[in-house]
């Protein structure tokens, strides 16, 4: 095949072109650096045939040669001599002056908004894929990338269910990478505050110059032999006043098929767009063809070198060298909390890591709850709860992230930007989590889960026994024994699965203005000290126990054992700017005139007796915690005063059909703990906000210590 350029013929002789039998030519113009098939209308070779065939007219392809074409011949031809090229000029040289060309395999760069076509061709310069391919969002396209990844070995069918997958990663890419996380921004105190001593552990900065050196000792030609997907996705219900798009490059089909789930996906987002603004998303596995390395499980990443970075004031993110969810799916915690965080804080509103639900007690009278707990301790089992309680019924609107905003009224009003369940495997069982259960039976993508010869999953804390002569395959790929002494799923293997499944979604879930917020409430793990539920003094007193919270180590990112972190607001590595201005913009709510705030709550579903056994059954009997919220947003429900906020009097929980649970001991509050606990929050404060603590905090911090001395 020959390939000459257009703008080089029309300087040369090319008599022997108008000869050329027309079935043996295709063209296609170069639209930026990427070259598109083009045909003339069948009247424009109707008239150069004509004229031609009258000895007055030209090549029927000469109308292309005001930009340049490509001009491809099946057979061999022989140009005139004069018309040979020099070998200098031979590959074509592109606009920017480099030997490229992308072949486009799906949807035109034509289409695209001019902002969108500029970010594309400018990426697709830089890490030099072979294909692009444009994401319409449609089923045919999915069917096609599955079968792709089938093909090559990446997911595998799991014929015991309607649609769904697994996917095994690389043992080393399995979670969040808290330590190769990054923001920049000029300045390091608009990312952090800068603590007294050490390292923050509010976030992590980068600053722009060493940014620029780590991206580009990894993304130029990253995407080599592989193809560039153009994921156009929206956070939020499209049309939402609350709702943002972005639009993610990446090299991962696993990703392109989990961001169909987990986003509003493909060519509606791109009508609704138009030339409006949009986060600028680029991924890559870090691998390009061919590989200089075997992959582990057909799994493309570059674990030795992962940078996962935030660009606020130029609203960009960029990944490289994870394809695990928390790394590559760019619209969950990169944009949603960290990006969105920093919109939040400009224009007014709050972007969290909580969940949305509904709950309607037996009367039929409706609030929402939104709940902010850490990874792994329990967000998604509150969402999408089955309620003990006789009559009251709990319906889920999302299960890790909320985007608040004061309306008109002052209400604050929430959406879920998302659009599935990004979910913690093990753990869920029919019994913790029913709904879950249902809701993962097709159209889902498993990662990192135990697979059954059966063609069905498995994971610790799934509570089903297998059936005789069903043998598990483990994570890593080998038949699993209880006695090999490690678990069959990884702790932080995931269901990717669309929300619009649960049986439980609440009605209202795509709301555009979203739904109204009446409580907020916070906890985590805490085995000793801290009781079941109190409720905040005060929206100060709120915020204050928000930026008090502390858990359990999760599997959820990299950090191993179980030592009790500080996680202000279960936002720890996720804020997307300095937690002293996080606390002072939740703190500022307050004084907006018409704001008709929430209450807030804090719980513990996870306090343990002196032999290490859970005081509080949880699951469906939280909804009993529910009930008593419930009242107390209505003016009702019997509380006490503590030093540390209301807790329910006694007999204000409903605790029929409870069985045996010491009342006492969850609820005991000891003057001994506390006094350590506001130390140790008094000393995390000082010392890693500093001088951006707000002083209103300060005073919540002393206010805590005298109530405790006075007990």
Not at 151 to 176: F, H, Q, S
Not at 428 to 452: D, G, H, L, W, Y
Not at 482 to 487: M, R, T
Request: proline share 8%; hydrophobic share 40%.
């Amino acid at each position: 095949m020959l390939v000459v350029l257009s703008h080089y013929i029309s300087r040369h002789p090319w008599d022997s072109l108008a000869n050329l039998p027309l079935k043996d030519v295709s063209l296609w113009s170069l639209c930026g650096a990427f070259f598109q098939k083009v045909e003339p209308s069948p009247d424009r070779l109707a008239r150069c045939n004509a004229d031609k065939a009258r000895g007055v007219g030209g090549h029927p392809w000469l109308f292309l040669l005001r930009k340049p074409v490509l001009f491809l011949w099946r057979e061999p031809w022989r140009p005139c001599p004069s018309a040979q090229p020099r070998p200098a000029e031979m590959p074509p040289q592109l606009s920017d002056g480099l030997s490229y060309s992308a072949k486009v395999v799906q949807g035109t760069l034509d289409s695209l908004p001019q902002a969108v076509r500029e970010f594309v061709e400018s990426n697709a310069k830089l890490c030099r894929p072979d294909q692009i391919h444009i994401c319409d969002g449609s089923e045919d396209e999915n069917r096609q990338l599955l079968g792709h990844m089938e093909e090559a070995g990446v997911i595998k069918r799991l014929r015991k269910y309607d649609n769904c997958w697994l996917a095994l990663t690389d043992p080393r890419d399995v979670a969040r990478i808290e330590s190769k996380t990054v923001i920049i921004t000029q300045e390091q105190r608009d990312t952090v505050p800068i603590p007294k001593t050490g390292l923050s552990q509010l976030g992590r900065w980068m600053s722009e110059e060493d940014f620029e050196k780590a991206f580009n000792a990894r993304f130029p030609g990253c995407m080599k032999g592989r193809t560039m997907y153009v994921v156009p996705f929206s956070m939020g219900p499209l049309g939402s006043p609350l709702s943002r798009i972005g639009v993610e490059l990446t090299d991962s089909p696993y990703v392109v098929a989990s961001m169909r789930i987990m986003t509003r996906m493909g060519a509606p987002v791109l009508e609704a767009l138009g030339d409006g603004e949009f986060v600028k998303c680029l991924h890559s596995v870090g691998c390009p063809l061919p590989l200089k390395k075997p992959l582990v499980n057909n799994w493309a990443c570059n674990p030795e070198i992962p940078l996962i970075a935030h660009l606020p004031d130029r609203r960009e993110i960029i990944s490289f060298g994870s394809g695990y969810g928390g790394n590559s799916l760019l619209g969950k915690k990169c944009f949603a909390l960290r990006m969105a965080s920093r919109l939040a804080k400009e224009e007014g509103w709050l972007a969290e890591h909580m969940l949305i639900l509904g709950i309607t007690n037996p009367k039929g009278q409706k609030k929402y709850f939104a709940a902010a707990f850490p990874s792994a301790c329990g967000k998604t089992n509150l969402a999408m709860m089955s309620p003990t309680l006789p009559g009251w019924k709990v319906e889920c609107v999302g299960d890790d992230i909320a985007w608040m905003k004061l309306d008109q009224q002052g209400n604050l009003r929430a959406i879920n930007p998302e659009n599935g369940f990004f979910g913690v495997a093990p753990g869920t069982s029919m019994k913790t989590n029913p709904n879950a259960i249902k809701t993962i039976q097709k159209n889902t993508i498993f990662t990192n889960v135990a697979e059954t010869s059966d063609g069905g999953v498995y994971w610790e804390g799934i509570d089903q026994p297998l059936a005789s002569g069903i043998k598990l395959i483990s994570w890593k790929g080998k038949e699993w024994d209880p006695k090999d002494g490690e678990p069959c799923a990884h702790p932080n293997s995931r269901f990717c699965t669309p929300a619009s499944q649960c049986p439980i979604i609440d009605p209202d879930w795509e709301s555009p203005d979203g739904v109204p917020i009446e409580a907020i409430i916070f906890g985590g793990r805490r085995p000793v000290g801290i009781p079941l539920v109190y409720e905040a003094l005060s929206w100060q007193h709120g915020v204050f126990v928000g930026a008090a919270m502390r858990s359990e180590g999760t599997a959820a990112a990299e950090h191993k054992g179980k030592g009790i972190m500080h996680d202000p607001f279960a936002m720890r590595p996720f804020f997307g700017y300095n937690f002293g201005q996080y606390l002072a913009h939740w703190l500022s709510m307050a004084r907006r005139p018409e704001a008709k705030l929430p209450k807030i709550f804090h719980v513990n579903w996870f306090r343990k007796d002196k032999a290490g056994r859970f005081l509080w059954p949880g699951f469906g009997e939280n909804s009993r915690v529910l009930e008593w919220m419930f009242a107390r947003v209505g003016g009702e429900g019997g509380a006490k005063l503590t030093p540390i906020g209301y807790i329910p009097d006694e007999g204000a929980l409903d605790l029929r059909g409870l069985g045996d649970v010491s009342m006492k001991e969850l609820f005991h509050i000891s003057k001994e703990f506390w006094e350590e606990e506001v130390e140790d929050i008094q000393k995390y404060l000082e010392e890693q906000v500093n001088a951006d603590l707000p002083r209103e905090i300060e005073s919540e911090v002393l206010a805590l210590k005298q109530r405790i001395s006075r007990m």
